[in-house]
Nanobody, 128 residues
Framework: QVHLVQSGGALVHAGDSLRLSCEVS????????MGWFRQAPGKERDFVAA????????DYADSVKGRVTIFRDNGKNTVYLQMNSLKPEDTAVYYC?????????????????????WGQGTQVTVSS
């Protein structure tokens, strides 16, 4: 069984920075593609960022590109989402997700259906 435990959500002001963490149980984290998604009230769950197993490939939604960095530490079984210059429209529940082998390569990393395991979600609120 794979468990994803998230931390780092908070209430912050516009312009602040925040780092979210997602620790994954098990010894095979280094074989998981990872992603971050977010869901604002009344809206669908949207793609934020994705990272390959080695960290050599990353992808970002246009809405966060240049402000957000996804990175991973395979030694700590953890993926991070560093968010800078936060805006009120970044307010949402953020979810990390894992894509284990065999990878669903026919599905874009930007789609939630690519991922098999999900964290519990963490609230990020950005006040203006």
């Amino acid at each position: 069984q794979v468990h994803l435990v998230q931390s780092g959500g908070a209430l912050v002001h516009a312009g602040d920075s925040l780092r979210l963490s997602c620790e994954v149980s098990g010894r095979t984290f280094s074989s998981y593609g990872m992603g971050w998604f977010r869901q604002a009230p009344g809206k669908e769950r949207d793609f934020v960022a994705a990272i390959s197993v080695t960290g050599g490939f990353t992808d970002y939604a246009d809405s966060v590109k240049g402000r957000v960095t996804i990175f991973r530490d395979n030694g700590k079984n953890t993926v991070y989402l560093q968010m800078n210059s936060l805006k009120p429209e970044d307010t949402a529940v953020y979810y990390c997700a894992a894509d284990p082998p065999p990878y669903r390569t026919t599905i874009s990393r930007r789609l939630a259906s690519r991922y098999s395991y999900w964290g519990q979600g963490t609230q990020v609120t950005v006040s203006s």
